[in-house]
């Protein structure tokens, strides 16, 4: 089944295409549904904060008369999403290719996702199956951060992982699509 506006976006079933306001492009995040399998690639894990409520100003001020607050409608903030990942590379090879490109995509990375002064938009695009439409959101690059070491596994076709986390700040809750665009929180 297709993703609709009202199911809100997909997380793992789609891709993530991060535009800096500044810089180059950084590589899709979950463009792995390719065949053949395309490598190096990124492998969206898991993703906190994606389905979360906004963050809230709770309003409330001492009663003039009387014991307790009055409370006045909270102001909704932001939120903040951490995307966990692996980039993945292989088979290795004799003249070290392999792990080669995991380095020149965590430069990438760096350089992609390096503009910590302005908000960038992310494109969620489903994949082809489940299908789907196209979702944006704002957002402002606050923290990047990897793994110390990479995994190796010469018994796989993916022979190199290494792992990282990229933490963005939605200063506006929703996730958009459509024209005129129709917001979900």
Known sequence: ???????????????????????????????????????PQIELLRCTGWRDLPDLVDNRAPRTVGVGEMLYPPRYTGKTLVYECEMQA????????????????????????GDRDSEGVMTVTPWAAPGGVT?????????????PE???DANDV???????????RMSDPHFYTGSPPVGYL
């Open 1 to 39: 089944m297709a993703y609709i506006a009202s199911h809100g976006p997909p997380l793992k079933d789609a891709t993530h295409q991060w535009d800096p306001p500044t810089t180059s492009n950084p590589p899709v995040i979950n463009d792995v549904q390719r065949e053949p399998l395309v490598l």
């Open 90 to 113: 292989g088979p290795d090879d004799l003249t070290g290719a392999a792990r080669e490109s995991l380095l020149t995509m965590q430069m990438s990375l760096v350089a992609g996702f």
């Open 135 to 147: 979702w944006t959101y704002s957002a402002l690059v606050t923290d990047l951060k990897f793994d």
């Open 150 to 152: 990479w995994k190796l």
């Open 158 to 168: 993916i022979t190199y992982r290494w792992g990282f986390s990229l933490t963005l």
